[in-house]
């Protein structure tokens, strides 16, 4: 079974400080794992994925995560957050075509 | 560039009464999901349709059924409505391995 782990349920950051969003994984097989954002009663956004390859992955809107298969983790960073960033952030997982298990999200907000 | 339409946007239902949610995939996505986000809560997997077979079955309630057309449409068939059957309702669509585009998703309220 797959599952991801979101610590940390609301991250409260500055504007223009440095975002971290964590998430760690648990899965049998070698995992694909995702990051979407959700805007208040919108759809979800996929932001980024990595399924093989480089374990840095690039994202939209500046966001970027990184692959480390020995720490079990797929944290999100931004360098710099803007308001536009306040959103609930969901890190997921699948394999192939697996249907998709989320996390419990994060609610990210940027203080002015 | 298309996304997965979702319909209705919003439906307020009677409990005991009975509701069907429709989606409309990406021209030539394969594959449709289903997913139920209660008030606060992540994303709950469903019901899934591959070539219009059901693929995969997550935590769907006997309540409900869901069927895929022969157009790739999708429906999501609620029966015996209940207060906590309140909650958004996100269709998604993809093709083999790729990453799932989701709607906007219709927002459920039984009062």
């Known amino acids: 079974a797959q599952s991801v782990t979101q610590l940390g349920s609301h991250v409260s950051v500055s504007e223009g400080a440095l975002v971290l969003l964590r998430c760690n994984y648990s899965?049998?097989?070698?995992?694909?794992l995702f990051w979407y954002v959700q805007y208040p009663n919108q759809g979800l956004q996929l932001l980024l994925k990595?399924?093989?390859?480089?374990?840095l992955v690039k994202g939209i809107n500046g966001f970027e995560a990184e692959f480390k298969k020995s720490e079990t983790s797929f944290h999100l960073t931004k360098p710099s957050a803007h308001m536009s960033d306040a959103a609930e952030y969901f890190c997921?997982?699948?394999?192939?075509?697996?249907?998709?298990?989320f996390g419990k999200g994060t609610r990210l907000s940027v203080i002015a | 560039a298309a996304g997965v339409i979702q319909s209705p946007r919003h439906l307020i239902k009677e409990k005991r009464e009975t509701a069907t949610l429709k989606c409309y995939p990406i021209?030539?996505?394969?594959?449709v999901y289903w997913y139920q986000q209660g008030p606060g809560q992540d994303p709950q997997f469903l019901i899934s349709?591959?070539?219009?077979?059901?693929?995969d079955k997550g935590s769907i309630p006997d309540r409900f059924s869901a069927q895929q057309f022969s157009d790739y449409h999708s429906e999501l068939n609620m029966s015996s409505l209940e207060l906590g059957d309140s909650a958004l309702y996100f269709c998604?669509?993809?093709?083999?391995?790729?990453?799932?585009?989701f709607g906007q998703g219709t927002r459920l309220t039984v009062v």
């Open positions: 998604a669509s993809s093709l083999p391995s790729r990453p799932l585009v």
């Open positions: 899965s049998s097989v070698p995992p694909y």
């Open positions: 990595y399924t093989t390859g480089a374990t």
């Open positions: 997921a997982v699948s394999r192939g075509n697996t249907p998709l298990v």
């Open positions: 021209p030539r996505h394969d594959t």
């Open positions: 349709f591959y070539e219009k077979m059901q693929s």
